[in-house]
């Protein structure tokens, strides 16, 4: 029996995007400050120079070194990580469209169990 990945979401709750937190509506209700980005930036920059250095010694670095920092370590990487997070944010909207729809349509949803 094959079950069908899905996606749930609350009814009650609501998908905001938000592409720069420090300067949106929800500024006040944040529990980091803008210097805190900013130190958060530079400790970033400088683990991914250290990997960088790493990997350009012809050293392999630990899993646990990269975790995290991947997607900064070349430009084909980070193009990779929002052609992903693009695919991914998109599957994920449409799932909530469709149940969105199912919901408004009256359409019962199915278990996962009574998929074939």
């Known amino acids: 029996m094959k079950s069908r990945k899905s996606v749930t979401f609350s009814e009650t709750s609501t998908m905001v995007m938000v592409s ?6 929800y500024k006040q209700s944040l529990w980091f400050t803008q210097s805190d980005l900013d130190l958060f ?7 991914v120079n250290a990997v960088r250095s790493i990997v350009s ?7 646990e070194d990269i975790l995290g920092v991947e997607k900064f370590l070349s430009l ?3 193009q990779e990580y929002k052609v992903r ?3 991914l944010k998109r599957a994920v909207l449409e799932e909530a ?3 969105r729809w199912r919901r408004v349509s009256g ?3 199915c278990d ?4 074939d």
Do not use: K, V
Request: aromatic share 2%; hydrophobic share 30%; no cysteine.
């Open 57 to 63: 010694s012809r050293h392999r670095p630990g899993a």
């Open 97 to 99: 469209r469709w149940q």
């Open 85 to 87: 997070r693009l695919r």
């Open 112 to 115: 996962d169990n009574d998929m």
């Open 41 to 47: 930036e530079a400790d970033n920059i400088r683990h």
């Open 76 to 78: 084909e990487l980070t």
């Open 107 to 109: 359409i019962p949803t």
């Open 20 to 25: 720069n937190l420090s300067s949106s509506l």
